[in-house]
């Protein structure tokens, strides 16, 4: 009677490999993700210092098309039941943070951005957010204001909070892709805190919303260069990508090794289906007075910041 050879023998050289790039590899990408991150903070830093410069300042370029009718300021503003403003505006400012020369600027240059290529940002202010994190009380009213348009969800929502000194970049579905959440930490990070640290509210806010049209519509000159600066560090380091590569092929081997031997075994292999999830689509409610949101929806999507 022969001896039976053992089916469980398995090709250690595969996995010997596969455990040093789970080790080593990343640990390189941590490393080199961490260098880069180190020297593209350093100058940015060492810019914010000069508060007093207003090289990155640029006026909004669109706001001489719209009339003076369209920059009226209003006196209040209203809250339906759930303690949500109502959007007359796509300039909310509640808690009276602009001059009446910036609201009726940022007033004209975001409703022209609507006009002309469909997308919606708006910006609101409170006094405080009475309790409440801004990350939900931004995304109640982005979702209730519909902002941008509908299957598009081209819009986005600035809300500053006074009290707390917090600050919100909510993004739509359809701004997710290119206002990133890394970007908008930049908006925040590079262009709000350092203006509102200097007690440039408006200044900030405007500067703010430029970047986030200019990064939404692919308008280069509305980007501030402390925004664009370290756009590369985005990507993944090269050792992380080869690491997922080879991975991956590691892994393929593994499964089709494993189906081969089940068959030479005289074993069937049983499928496994999987079936994605539907996206959910987020109902929300509708806004009045002069400006409405086109149907927009938001997923949470953006970046915190305080000042």
Known sequence: MGV???KNKQPLFPLIIMLAMMIGIPVMGIRESLKERKDSLEPENISQTNLSSEEDYVPLTQADSFSAESAVRPQTYSIDGKGLYILTGPVMDTARVLSDSEYAQLNSFLMNLSSTSGAQIAVLTVNSLN??????????????????????????????????????????????GTLTDAKCSRIIRNVIVPKFQAGKYGEGIILAVENMAGIITSD?????SSVRSNSSSESLPLPVIIFIGLFCCLYIYAIVHAILRAKKGGFTTGGVHYTPSSFHSHSSFGGGGGFHGGGGGFGGGGASGHW
Do not use: C, F, P
Request: net charge negative.
């Open 131 to 176: 309790g409440k994190s801004i990350e939900e009380y931004s995304l109640k009213h982005a979702e209730k204001w519909q902002l941008g348009q509908k299957g598009v969800d081209n819009g986005a929502l600035l809300t500053v909070a006074m009290a707390e000194h917090g600050v919100r970049i909510e993004t739509g579905y359809g701004t997710e």
């Open 220 to 224: 280069e000159s509305l980007v501030s």
């Open 4 to 6: 039976e050879k053992s």
